[in-house]
């Protein structure tokens, strides 16, 4: 991709729900782990972020669900405009909205080479 100057973007989602918090409780060595969830009033929260070395942050969106691919394509098109058309490479999990047809028929619209990330790998 940088020998034929091409850009790319890294894209990934994440969920924030009532029980991350309490599955991710944190406590010190031999003591144990106290979690007040009666005072945690939290809705679930899905973010979709897009970055790349060369801007940085590009964008993102916070949704009240988990991304589906209505909301998936209209990111992709909302990141090729800020970069003022296609043309660039999507580095990506194997999350499958990422691999609809819609999302397929986007990328090759858009000339977005997709990169697919080795599947359970951080």
């Not at 009033?41 to 973010?47: E, F, Q």
């Not at 801007?55 to 589906?68: E, M, Q, S, T």
């Not at 490479?89 to 397929?104: I, M, P």
């Not at 090759?108 to 990330?117: G, M, Q, S, V």
Request: hydrophobic content about 45%; some cysteine; glycine content about 4%.
């Amino acid at each position: 991709m940088h020998a034929s100057n091409t850009q790319v973007i890294y894209l990934d989602e994440t969920m924030f729900t009532f029980s991350t918090f309490r599955s991710k409780g944190w406590a010190h060595n031999r003591e144990r782990i106290r979690i007040n969830d009666s005072e945690l009033k939290v809705t679930t929260l899905a973010v979709i972020a897009a970055i790349s070395e060369e801007h940085g942050l590009i964008d993102y969106i916070v949704h009240p669900k988990a991304i589906n691919t209505e909301v998936f394509v209209a990111f992709i098109n909302q990141i090729a405009e800020k970069l003022g058309g296609g043309d660039f490479a999507l580095f990506l999990d194997n999350l499958s909205v990422h691999k609809t047809k819609d999302a397929k028929h986007l990328f090759e619209k858009l000339n977005i080479t997709e990169i697919f990330n080795v599947p359970y790998c951080p």
